[in-house]
């Protein structure tokens, strides 16, 4: 553990004031102050990076934390710190961390830590705050605001730490808040007196904690493992959904023996997309709109039955109308007893954590589980083969200008060739698309926009992938998408990190051919400056630009870029027609009603 040597005065009313710099003052002895405890507790928890902006009152904990062997990398916008501390934590199981300021900066932070607790990430916002005293008699303190109260219905725990010596508690039951059961975000508030606040220094050691086992295991009852297995060995056309809970679960050898000992099809929701390779011949993500309606019996893996799924019903299911029951029964493996029935009913819940359920559920499979119904399996591989085709002969176009299958193809084989490279995806069309066309072949490798649909994720997941996961990124962007964070290239450059930005960039959201129906000056609220120069944006850090219009020029700068591993931005050209309204999702516009 970190010390310092403080000189501690008395004050006259006994408590312990900050301590003072000048030397010679008073006895000195060993001590340690809030700073070093809360960069002790996290050392101690195995934290090794904190992403954050300084400014008062956590500068000095920047630079003691970065002083003390911590990683810090310093954003340029709260928001985007926070985004790489939330997929930090679906990377690695562990809490990332968000370091802000009071106030504006704990605000800027919040959204990323909302974004995490909806995600299911374990994330823990930290964030300095104003004195207590002045900012619950609203006196008007610097950067004043009820920080805790506000973060409280945003994460799944909110806590205050305001004596030195309760460091070690706060940090241990944020972590425990935020990985154990479902994870999610957890908000910590340091009132800035805290951090000055001096300690004994053995007193301060043992007042931390290193927490024990801070996600336990859940193992599922035996009863509600027989349940789903019965409902599903009587199933004749049986579907596998793979979740981003199962990608978080790290038990990607059990999921695929699942998978493979049943043969099941599966398909994957999007960041679960390379938990088995996209290739495998039991995917049926290339007759989606097939299985789900026809399927009889689904199992849910780590996958909730939100909007994503059509909330289980409805015409996507096979149903009558927008909300009929499609008559599938559902098996759902989840960590959380309250996920069941949210949505339709759930005949058989199998609750506890997705690696010790997957292992139950294999235990009892064997090795002699029956296949499904052969009609089945070949009835989704016809249509399968069908739609694969259609896609192979869509990339093989070659339009001028280029569009989003000519740009997304080469991408597709770019993926291909580096496997372990992480793929961060944003935007309408660009993310649809992308998703439809990249094949992912390892875990946890595409880093999307999630449950919201959130634009604005893409610099930070980016940074984050590279810092933590250590490979080569790819950021396929939409040109909106990348102007939520794209002041964060300073970031990449500054790190110099190897991050390859591609914005396809059709001018606007969704499209750029729009236009003022007015014929007024003003342009429509949906385009860009037509022909935008974004990669000079990384020029102007010291990264390599490239303005690309054809597939040939986008391969050639991919491939350099991973090659040179240099912080590189190409602007793809994209036909500005060729996008469609939110992408795959227009059915979810509410449009005004004609005249
Ligand atoms: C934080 C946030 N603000 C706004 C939106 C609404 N929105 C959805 S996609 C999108 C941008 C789509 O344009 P672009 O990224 O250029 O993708 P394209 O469809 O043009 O490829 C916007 C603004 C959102 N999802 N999240
Ligand atoms: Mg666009």
Redesign the pocket.
Known sequence: MDTVTVARKASPSGATEAPATTAGEAASQQETDGFHLLIDALKLNGIDTIFGLPGIPITDLTRKAQASGLRVISFRHEQNAGYAASITGFMTQKPGICLTVSAPGFLNGLTALAHATTNCFPMILVSGSSEREVVDLQQGDYEEMDQLAIAKPLCKAAFRVLHAEDIGVGVARAIRAAVSGRPGGVYLDLPAKLFPQAMEAEAGRQSLIKVVDPAPRQIPAHDAVQRALDLLKGAKRPLIILGKGAAYAQADADIRALVERTGIPYLPMSMAKGLLPDTHEQSASAARSFVLPESDVVMLVGARLNWLLSHGKGKTWGGKSAKAWGGQKFIQVDISPIEADSNVRIDAPVVGDIGSCVKALLADIGSNWPKPPSDWLSAIAERKSKNVAKMAETLAKNPSPMN?HSALGVVRDIVKANPDAYLVN??????DFTRSIVDMYNPRKRLD?GT?????VGMGYSVAAAVVGGQQVIAI??????G?SGMEVETICRYNLPVCVVI?N?N????GDEVNPTGGKDPSPLVFVKDARYEKLMEAFGGVGAYVTTPDALRAAMEEAIRSRRPTLINAV?DEKA?TE??RITGLNPTAKKK
């Open positions: 989003f944003e935007g309408a069309n660009a993310l926009v919201w649909g959130i634009m604005g962007e939409g040109d909106s998408a990348f939520f396809m059709n606007g959201v969704y499209r994209i996008g939110s992408g």
